[in-house]
Each structure stands twice: as C-alpha cells, then as structure tokens.
C-alpha cells in the first residue's frame, strides 16, 4: 500500500536551536497534514496544505506543501522544551481517499 | 467542546477476554475512525464511518475485531478473543464534512492503552 517517509527518524537539539524535517512520498497527495504527539496522548493537528507550493504557518512552525506534490516541510524555529514530542505527516490523495500517517519524527529538546 | 472522549484510558486483560473500547465523538462531526498505534506498524487505520455507516475496514486484522456506530454520538470497538499482540494504544478520531468526503483534519481522543496477557 501506499507508504509516507519521515526523515529524520529522531532528533537532539539544544533549546533555541531550529528543527528541519521533512516527509516523502512515492505518489502524489493533494493534501499534506502535519500532527504533533506528546507523551500519552492522542496526535493533535498543527498545520493542513491544501496547495502546491503553499507555505503556512502557526506561531513558530512553518510547513510547506511540496512543488512536486510528493513531499511537506515542516520547520519549528527556536525551539523550547515543549516542542518534544512525535511529530507525524499524513496526506490524502483525494478527499474521498483515507489519510495516510508517516511513522514519525521524535523531537527531544535538550535546556 | 469536550474533545473526542474515548474509554476506558487503560485496560489491562487476559488473552481470549472480550474487550470492548468506547469512543464518543466530538459533537456535529459525521466521520469517525479507529486507529491503532504500535511501535512496530506505527498508526494504522482500523475501520472508519460516515455518518454512521462503515466505509472502510480494510484495515481492521481479522475476525476478532469489530466496530459499531449505532449512533452519530457513540462507537465501539471490540476485540473477541483478545490476544496479546493486540495490545498498543487505540485512537479514536473524529471530523465533519459532506457525504462521502474525508475532511482532512482529524480530531484524536487521548486514547486507549490496552495491554492483553
């Protein structure tokens, strides 16, 4: 089935520091969403892309749906301890298709 | 608004027990989903609904799993028997929009962590 690919699959970073980290896929999405997991609990959805090229954002976070189609950004500027968590991409190829979750970036935020 | 609610939070069980998960959607949403988390397979679509009616199960593993939605405010899942590879966390999730249109933007419940012996 179709697959989404999260790059890096964990990362350390001091508090301040900025975080890069990007999803792929084989096939076109016309959606791309991006979810933020803390520690027992359920994702909760940060930013949706409806459109090629579309950057958006939401306070220190930026994601940018890919020119290809195939691929979402998301970046956290400055970050702070209460950014760590599991951050998941997930896209949707048409709106009647399901939503398809990548396996997961760990973010671990060091003081 | 109270959010997807989902119970219990934690259930703890024997294998060939029945156990039976229950989430509530958020209110005037018309599409909700069951998904499970493990950190072999990660977060795996079980079975979705809209507007009451399943749409998909593909997704769920076998027999042994099933899902109800006799009303637009209350779903099951249910597990019988249940076996210890069965145990992860399981998501509720809930959204509104049209008829037979996923709308993307998913609302999770806090989840249930079910661990089977």
């Known amino acids: 089935g179709q697959q989404l690919n999260q790059s890096p699959q964990s990362m350390f970073i001091q508090e301040g520091e900025d975080v890069s980290m990007n999803c792929t896929s084989s096939?076109?999405?016309?959606?791309w969403l991006w979810y933020k997991q803390d520690p027992g609990e359920g994702p909760v959805l940060l930013i949706a892309?409806?459109?090629?090229?579309e950057l958006t954002s939401n306070g220190r976070l930026t994601a940018q749906f890919g020119i290809t189609r195939k691929d979402s950004f998301l970046n956290i500027s400055a970050s702070i301890p209460s950014d760590v968590g599991i951050y998941f991409c997930a896209g949707q190829q048409t709106s009647y298709d399901k939503v398809i979750f990548g396996p997961g970036t760990s973010l671990s935020v060091i003081p | 608004d109270a959010g997807v609610i989902q119970s219990p939070r934690h259930e703890v069980t024997e294998m060939g027990q029945e156990v039976t998960l229950r989430c509530k959607p958020i209110s005037g949403h018309n599409s909700l989903f069951w998904y499970r988390q493990t950190m072999m397979r990660g977060l795996e679509l079980l079975i979705y609904f809209n507007n009451n009616v399943p749409i998909d199960d593909s997704g769920m593993p076998e027999d042994r799993f099933s899902a109800k939605m006799p009303n637009a405010s209350f779903s099951t899942l249910k597990i019988q028997p249940s076996e210890p590879r069965d145990s992860a966390v399981y998501f509720c999730a809930s959204s509104s929009g049209l008829a037979g249109v996923l709308i993307y933007e998913q609302y999770f419940g806090p989840g249930t962590r079910l661990t089977v012996t």
């Open positions: 096939s076109i999405f016309n959606t």
């Open positions: 892309l409806y459109k090629a090229g």
